[in-house]
């Protein structure tokens, strides 16, 4: 009786996975904020180039469904080819959302249309609040703050785009700890480039995009026998970039040695190729933000304010 209220009360939230996406209708590389872009290369062939990133959305959207995920998504927009990376809008925990804010001019226009995009869904009751950072702080969302479920705790990368001071930002926000990592590696220039923390509690990494104080964080952190550590042909194809859903692991390319590696631990990649977006340092899990994510503390509140919900 108490189980079925529950699940009533709380259809939204009920979804395997909840995912903000955007359709790649003005996506282009025009400008180069990262070491992937190269306008001029886009530009010869932007037409087919266009209709290719158009397509491997296509298939990664559809991929993410049939993988049970539920998908919201924000409008597109002229002139803003990055938009489609949804993961840098925000950072999302227990229905609280923290807008970005962007290194770069080039995508500081996006603020705007991802904050419009969250009132809409807080007027929709799928997110409960939406706060701004400080002035001055720059901290480019979930691209950057990787929530891990199993150790309730988020990672973060900073250096290229995220300034270090947001960690603050982000555990007074979300009352959550925060393991700040320093990135090394001009290609791996947003943390989410090059850590994936699993549901099974593994962590999939690319050793050589953090410093080796972070790399000890890390191992710290993350028993021996629960890290992945990616080789350079997995690496450079951005694996570590990867959606979780439940045991399925949607990404854009792996090595069938990674592959293998996942399956004895239980995961089914489904590799799904965007190759136009790696143009613009991008994969599966930069297109897409997760609006469901919980820690374990916003679970027990949700949980005791529907247990009295359900007695009054
Ligand atoms: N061209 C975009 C940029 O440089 C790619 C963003 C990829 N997103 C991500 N979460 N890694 O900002």
């Known amino acids: 009786m108490t189980m079925q209220a529950t699940v009533m009360q709380a259809p939204v939230m009920q979804a395997t996975a909840h995912i903000l996406m955007c359709r790649p209708q003005y996506f282009a590389v025009?400008?180069?904020?990262?070491?992937?872009?190269?306008?001029?290369?886009?530009?010869?062939?932007?037409?087919?180039?266009?209709?290719?990133?158009?397509?491997?959305?296509?298939?990664?959207?559809?991929?993410?469904?049939?993988?049970?995920?539920?998908?919201?998504?924000?409008?597109?927009?002229?002139?803003?080819?990055?938009?489609?990376?949804?993961?840098?809008?925000?950072?999302?925990?227990?229905?609280?959302?923290?807008?970005?804010r962007f290194r770069h001019p080039e995508r500081r226009a996006e603020e705007p249309r991802f904050a419009a995009g969250f009132r809409k869904l807080q007027a929709r009751g799928v997110i409960t609040s939406v706060r701004t950072l400080r002035d001055g702080v720059t901290l480019e969302g979930a691209g950057d703050c990787v929530w891990d479920e199993t150790r309730n705790l988020f990672w973060m990368g900073y250096g290229p785009r995220s300034d270090e001071a947001a960690r603050h930002a982000v555990a007074e926000e979300f009352g959550a700890e925060v393991l700040a990592l320093k990135l090394a590696d001009p290609s791996f220039y947003h943390m989410d480039t090059a850590l994936s923390a699993l549901p099974g509690g593994e962590v999939m990494y690319v050793p050589g995009a953090f410093t080796a104080e972070g790399r000890a964080i890390i191992h710290e952190r993350v028993a021996s026998d629960?890290?992945?550590?990616?080789?350079?042909?997995?690496?450079?194809?951005?694996?570590?970039?990867?959606?979780?859903?439940?045991?399925?692991?949607?990404?854009?390319?792996?090595?069938?040695?990674?592959?293998?590696?996942?399956?004895?631990?239980?995961?089914?990649?489904?590799?799904?190729?965007?190759?136009?977006?790696?143009?613009?340092?991008?994969?599966?899990?930069?297109?897409t933000l997760r609006l469901d994510r919980h820690s374990a503390q916003g679970s027990a509140q949700e949980q005791q304010s529907e247990r009295v919900g359900t007695a009054a």
């Not at 209709?51 to 469904?65: D, G, K, P, V, Y």
């Not at 998504?73 to 970005?100: E, I, Q, Y």
């Not at 690496?235 to 040695?257: F, H, Y």
């Open 30 to 100: 025009n400008y180069a904020i990262n070491p992937w872009m190269d306008p001029s290369s886009w530009a010869r062939e932007a037409r087919v180039l266009a209709a290719t990133a158009r397509r491997e959305w296509t298939a990664l959207h559809r991929a993410l469904q049939n993988a049970g995920a539920q998908i919201e998504l924000v409008p597109s927009a002229p002139g803003l080819p990055d938009l489609v990376f949804t993961a840098n809008a925000a950072v999302v925990l227990d229905g609280k959302a923290l807008l970005a």
């Open 226 to 287: 629960l890290r992945i550590a990616l080789a350079d042909e997995d690496a450079r194809q951005l694996a570590a970039n990867a959606v979780a859903i439940g045991r399925t692991l949607v990404l854009s390319g792996c090595s069938d040695g990674l592959r293998a590696r996942l399956a004895e631990r239980g995961y089914q990649v489904h590799a799904t190729p965007l190759g136009s977006f790696l143009r613009s340092g991008g994969s599966a899990f930069c297109l």
